[in-house]
């Protein structure tokens, strides 16, 4: 997982993967700011064959939540583990103001965004982020976008200037009227916004992987025979449905699933075994992502319960921050089901 990783974050950084991906990008995130992407999220199901990866965030929830399960759960991981996760993503804020500002300044005031912030289901770690920011001497305050105060000279919060954003708000490419000024705020350099459009066009959006997947494609990337391999193995073959025959997908339906690639947290997400027609029929070709089934691994708790599993790797860059695991049932990950949610991993 750790190899793919470092390969993805390779790949982002190379000029001829830059070229090949920015035709198909909208000219936002073309804007290199200069830095890269907090809480980067890598998302794998664990097979018989080796683990495969299932997607990429660039705002991936649950970091904290994963951290603060280690402290609960007792010796899961060795001490010096769950240190270096909170180090690192210490180190990873001001690692983002370093890159944007040249160091010349340290990072004084964050603010976490996300829209309607009441009813986020995640906003308890939003505020316990901040929380642990302040305790590191960060004025950190949770804020939703139409609080912010934004004029030429920066972007404010309750009078008071804002450095770094960092942006839970899933308007990826800030194409909604409540981000436009947030997006020119952003273009214009005015303040430090991480994760951003730059670091979801490269890694994030879904079209990605049928890039990654792709073995003609990746001819023209110039990796090595291994690299290539890695992706091939790990990355499910996808493709968007208009490059199709409608008749075929139907027909082979049931091995796959359906995603649309502008929607996240596993909305609109369908399996083909359960599919419609009427539903497969209402599908966007253009904006339809669709992927071989790459079925989770299961979790027998100690009352009985079987949970499905996945492992979200947290990233900064290229480092590893953590490990977090999250426990469902049904067809997709939620907080809702009674013993589900984040779990702590044990590293061996």
């Known amino acids: 997982m750790l190899r793919l990783v470092r390969l993805l974050f390779r790949l982002s950084q190379s000029d001829i993967y830059r070229r090949q991906v920015f035709p198909e990008l909208p ?17 794998f199901h664990l097979t018989a064959n080796g683990p495969r990866l299932i997607e990429v965030n660039t705002n991936a929830g649950g970091g904290y939540i994963a951290w603060l399960s280690e402290q609960l759960a007792g010796k899961v991981s060795p001490a010096h583990l769950s240190n ?3 180090q ?7 690692q983002e103001w370093r890159d944007f500002s040249g160091g010349d300044q340290p990072l004084k005031r964050v603010a976490v965004i996300d829209e309607d912030l009441e009813h986020q289901p995640l906003l308890p770690e939003m505020v316990g982020c901040c929380d642990w920011l302040c305790q590191h001497d960060i004025d950190a305050q949770t804020a939703s976008p139409e609080q912010l105060q934004i004029c030429s000279g920066g972007v404010y919060l309750r009078d008071k200037k804002i450095d770094l954003i960092y942006n839970r708000h899933c308007d990826f490419y800030l194409e909604t009227p409540l981000m436009a000024e947030l997006k020119s705020a952003y273009l214009a350099g005015l303040v430090c916004l991480s994760p951003n459009p730059f670091a979801y066009g490269l890694l994030a959006d879904k079209r990605r992987m049928v890039l990654w997947s792709d073995a003609a494609a990746l001819e023209d990337l110039k990796l090595s025979a291994s690299d290539r391999q890695l992706l091939l193995e790990m990355v499910p073959p996808s493709f968007l449905l208009s490059t199709q025959n409608r008749a075929d997908v139907w027909f082979r339906r049931k091995k796959l699933i359906f995603k649309p690639v502008t929607r996240f947290a596993s909305r609109g997400v369908l399996m083909g075994k359960g599919i419609t027609k009427k539903r497969f029929a209402d599908l966007d070709p253009q904006t339809t992502l669709v992927q071989d089934v790459v079925a989770p691994s299961v979790e027998t708790s100690e009352s009985g319960q079987k949970f499905k599993v996945d492992l979200r790797l947290f990233v900064y860059r290229d480092h590893l921050l953590g490990v977090g695991a999250r426990l469902y049932q049904g067809q997709v990950t939620n907080l809702r089901t009674e013993g589900g949610g984040f779990a702590p991993v044990r590293i061996v």
């Open 27 to 43: 000219e936002v995130a073309r804007f290199d700011p200069g830095h890269a992407a907090l809480m980067m999220g890598y998302d």
């Open 84 to 86: 270096r996760f909170q």
């Open 88 to 94: 690192r993503l210490l180190q990873s804020y001001l």
